[in-house]
């Protein structure tokens, strides 16, 4: 009968472990579940262009899995992915070149870029772009097989001060044609100081950009008539016009809207023009339709003065009423 000793027993023992423990290992290196040993695919998503490309894969390396779907990339293609390695749930984007020609002082080349803008392409082309930019705007989208030109600039800070022209509170006045205007009363320009930065190149200012702006005068703003609607702030005409005091009438001092009558209230024809407007009459200044009459109907207006002389000297004329809308 032969002896099995126990040291040949443990021997044996050992040497089955570490065998066991090798395939187990080997099993879970090429991706397969030690639980059920079924290989764990990870679902991801390819975006190549306009088209996605649903893929699974137990690659953990972003190149074996296009080499796995069949994608292929130039040299001047590029692609990024949402992870470090392949997890599920992963998005893989692929960036295909395209053809630009860059045109530096007429002479072209060609490079193959996967910028989005024109700018990016020159940046790809190796231009520095504190000196030389593109003369198409550098934000535009870069086209295949676009042409691209680059000129050299340099940069200047100026200062200027600028006037404002005058800007005019347009009135309609159904008497003009509608491309007229008179000017009722004149303005007065404003001033403002620009702190600009030019773009020169070859001697010329190419492009300029407003780095601060400054009104130091605001001017004043003028008044015009026009015979176009579009615009106007309200609307013009001729009307005759007398003068009250606030004692007039009852004496109480009291205009038709319940209001205190005195200088800034004139009264009016509702039917012409509604209670609570405000108006500027000529001659007289800002007020507010506050007031009716027994004599004012149609076209006519009556100014409130604070003194009998004054609706004396006052009289009764002709003059240009300006009706708010």
């Not at 953990?60 to 470090?84: E, H, P, Q, T």
């Not at 407003?210 to 176009?228: F, Q, R, W, Y």
């Not at 005195?262 to 000529?282: E, F, N, R, T």
Request: hydrophobic share 35%.
């Amino acid at each position: 009968m032969a002896v099995f000793s126990m040291k040949k027993a443990r021997a044996i023992f050992l040497g089955t472990i570490i065998i066991t423990s090798t395939m187990m290992n080997s099993v879970s290196a090429f991706g397969i579940n030690e639980t059920n040993n079924k290989i764990e695919y990870k679902s991801i998503s390819i975006y190549d262009g306009d088209k996605k490309i649903p893929f699974k894969t137990n690659e953990s390396d972003y190149r074996k899995v296009l080499d796995a779907a069949g994608i292929k990339l130039s040299s001047y293609d590029k692609f990024w992915a949402s992870s470090g390695n392949v997890e599920d749930g992963s998005v893989l984007v692929i960036e295909r070149a395209i053809p630009v020609k860059i045109n530096y002082k007429g002479s072209i080349r060609v490079i193959y870029t996967t910028q989005q803008t024109v700018q990016g392409a020159v940046n790809d082309a190796g231009y520095d772009w504190h000196k030389i930019m593109p003369v198409e705007d550098g934000l535009s989208r870069v086209r295949s097989g676009m042409e691209i030109h680059v000129i050299p600039y340099e940069v200047k800070i100026v200062e200027k001060t600028e006037e404002i022209p005058v800007s005019y509170v347009k009135w309609y006045d159904s008497t003009l044609n509608s491309d007229e205007q008179v000017v009722v009363q004149e303005g007065r320009t404003g001033i403002r100081n620009t702190r600009v930065e030019e773009f020169i190149s070859d001697g010329k200012v190419i492009k300029t950009e407003v780095l601060k702006s400054k009104v130091i005068d605001e001017g004043e703003k003028g008044i015009a008539k026009t015979g176009n609607q579009n615009g106007t702030v309200g609307w013009v005409k001729v009307m005759s016009a007398t003068a009250y005091h606030p004692m007039d009438g009852d004496g109480r001092g009291i205009t038709a809207t319940g209001t205190r009558a005195g200088h800034g209230v004139v009264a009016v024809d509702p039917s012409v023009i509604p209670l609570g407007s405000k108006v500027y009459v000529l001659g007289y200044g800002e007020a507010v339709a506050e007031d009716t009459g027994g004599a004012i109907i149609g076209d006519r207006i009556d100014l409130c003065m604070d003194t009998y002389y004054d609706c004396y000297a006052f009289g009764r004329k002709n003059i240009e009423v300006f009706v708010q809308y």
